[in-house]
Structures are given as structure tokens and as C-alpha cells.
């Protein structure tokens, strides 16, 4: 998803798992050779919503570490100026150890929430290396921690996509087959969301302009109920049938806000972020030009 909303650019190459295979060292030494980046951005990673976390704990940690340990110890091989990588707020400690809002300099305060311990200390692990190869070999690899994303070509399946995807293909089937639409818990946790295509520009801002060894925060702190959201995409989906919320299935945590004051310190601008309800409608308006033909990976 994040990989298919940067602009399409000369000079830019997009590289995917049908190309080469991250998880094999020397399909990373290929990819290398063959396109010789001054820059990375590395997006690559195995994700995916609560349940498949803990269904493929092992995986999700196995794939992650083997991805990023080959991208990062490669890129210094082959002399890579820059690696931008991707952790998620999803990898800092459970709320019993952190204080909100999260602030990057809390990554490593506590064990991640059990549900996706697998994906998330992988990802603390991409942090580690990073600044262990800056210390060691001084090479200007940065982190940055995204909080929740949705856009265009994101993964619709419903046992194992994020909150708001989920919301979208419900809503939009509810509508398209004149049925109800049942959503988990009270629909009254807030949480922060941010538009891939922001993502992508933040990630270019970054290239030119953050070459500090600690994660930087990158999410729109903006928060939402899921049942805001769930409200606007039944309004653009134009969807009068009724919204069930089933509280016997759990909210989970009322709130997760983060702090991207370090990325308004470097310039970056609260307003430079798309309005949440605009950038809904082209995620939806995208979905339903493309239903049934939209991702839905187990
Ligand atoms: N989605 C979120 O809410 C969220 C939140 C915070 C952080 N992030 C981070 O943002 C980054 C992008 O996530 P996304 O949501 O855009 O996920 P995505 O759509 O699933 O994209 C992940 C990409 O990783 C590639 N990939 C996976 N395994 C690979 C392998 N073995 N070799 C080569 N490529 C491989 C996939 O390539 P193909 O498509 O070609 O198979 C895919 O393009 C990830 O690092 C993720 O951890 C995501």
C-alpha cells in the first residue's frame, strides 16, 4: 500500500516481492546490483492485523528479522547512502509501560503488547541495527514510526486487515446487499490515522531532511472514534442501514496517541496532512472502482 502511493518519479525505482525475494540474501545483493540506489526507502515488511499476528507469530517474526537484517547489512555492502526504514506505533511497549502520548524515546521501555510480540521486537530489532551500523560503520540509516495507515491498495481481507479497510468493504457490501453492518465493540476508541499518500510525502521530506540516529515519530496525531469513521464511510457510501455494535466482541484500548513534535520540528506542517474525511472519500471512491478486485490476503 505505502510503496504504490509515492509519486511515480524519474529517477525513483519501485521494487516488489515479485522481483526480488528480501528474504534471501542474495536476492538482495541482485536487487542491488541491478538498480545501484543511492537512497532506500524500505518499506518491505510481513503485516497484518491482530489475528494474523498471533496466528503467525513465528512468521512474522522470522520474515521481519530475515528482511531487514538483509536490507540493512547489504545496503552498507554495497555503499548505500541512505536507508530510510519503516516501525510502526504498534511496536511500542503495552500501556503498563509507556506514557502517552508515545514518544520515540520510549521504543524500548517494555515488552510490546503479547498479541504481535513476534512482528513488533523484529521491528525494534530493524531500530538496533540501524543505529548500530550508524555507530559502527557510520552509515546515516534513519527509522521512522508510523502510527495507524489506510489508502488505496490496502489489504481488504476481513479476518486479516486493519480497522478502517475492514470498515470500508463491510460498509460498502452492507450497502450493495441491503443488510446490516456489524462492528466489534463500542466503537468509542480513539485512534490516530494517517493517509498513505501523506505517508509517502513525509518519507521524501525525510530523505533530504532528518539524518539523526533516534526513530522519528511520522503519524497525523488527529484522533478519531472508530465509530466517526465507521459514520463518515456510511455517509459516503451513502449507506442508511443499521450499524450494529456487538460489545460483547472487545473495543480494545481506549486510546494510543503519539507525539510528532520531532517531524513539526524539522518543518514538516500540521496542515500538510490530509484532512481525514477527504481522504476517505478517495480511499473509498478507489474501493468501489475496484470491488471485488481489491487485495484480500490471508
Ligand atoms: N499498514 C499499517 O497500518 C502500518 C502501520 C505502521 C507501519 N507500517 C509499515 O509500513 C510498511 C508498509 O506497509 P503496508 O501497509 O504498505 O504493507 P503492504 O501493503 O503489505 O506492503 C508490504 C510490502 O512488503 C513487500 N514484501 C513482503 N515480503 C517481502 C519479501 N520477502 N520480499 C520482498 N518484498 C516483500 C510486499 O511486496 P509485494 O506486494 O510485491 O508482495 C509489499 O509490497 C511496512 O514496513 C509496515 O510495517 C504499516
Known amino acids: ?159 486479516n486487515s486493519h480497522v478502517l479497510p475492514a470498515i470500508i468493504r463491510k460498509v460498502y457490501e452492507a450497502k450493495k446487499n441491503n443488510t446490516q453492518v456489524v462492528l466489534w465493540g463500542d466503537g468509542s476508541p480513539l485512534r490516530e490515522f494517517t493517509y498513505s499518500n501523506d505517508l509517502a510525502e513525509i518519507l521524501l521530506f525525510l530523505v533530504e531532511n532528518y539524518n539523526e540516529p533516534g526513530p522519528i515519530n511520522v503519524g497525523n496525531t488527529k484522533e478519531i472514534s472508530i465509530k466517526q469513521a465507521a459514520e463518515m464511510i456510511a455517509e459516503i457510501f451513502k449507506f442508511h442501514g443499521e450499524i450494529i455494535w456487538d460489545t460483547s466482541k472487545p473495543s480494545g484500548q481506549f486510546r494510543k496517541p503519539s507525539d510528532n513534535s520531532k517531524l513539526i520540528e524539522l518543518g514538516w506542517k500540521e496542515e500538510y496532512y490530509t484532512d481525514f474525511y477527504s481522504a476517505l472519500c478517495e480511499v473509498c471512491e478507489w474501493f468501489e472502482q475496484n470491488y471485488p478486485n481489491v487485495r484480500l490476503e490471508t
Open 1 to 159: 500500500m505505502v510503496g504504490k502511493s509515492f509519486p511515480r518519479k524519474e529517477g525513483y525505482v519501485f521494487v516488489g516481492s515479485k522481483d526480488y525475494d528480501l528474504k534471501n540474501v542474495r536476492s538482495v545483493k541482485y536487487m542491488l546490483l541491478d538498480h545501484r540506489p543511492d537512497v532506500i526507502i524500505h518499506l518491505a515488511a510481513c503485516v497484518g492485523g491482530v489475528k494474523a499476528n498471533t496466528d503467525y507469530v513465528g512468521r512474522f517474526y522470522s520474515e521481519n528479522i530475515l528482511i531487514n537484517h538483509n536490507v540493512i547489512h547489504c545496503a552498507r555492502d554495497f555503499d548505500v547512502k541512505k536507508v530510510v526504514s519503516l516501525l510502526s506505533t504498534c511496536i511500542y511497549p503495552d500501556a503498563a509501560y509507556v506514557k502517552y502520548p508515545l514518544t520515540e524515546d520510549q521504543i524500548h521501555n517494555g515488552p510490546p503488547h503479547s498479541s504481535n510480540f513476534g512482528y513488533a521486537y523484529a521491528k525494534r530489532m530493524l531500530d538496533v541495527q540501524s543505529r548500530a551500523y550508524r555507530k559502527q560503520y557510520g552509515c546515516n540509516y534513519i527509522t521512522t514510526i508510523p502510527n495507524n495507515l489506510f489508502g488505496k491498495h490496502d489489504n481488504f481481507d476481513l479476518q
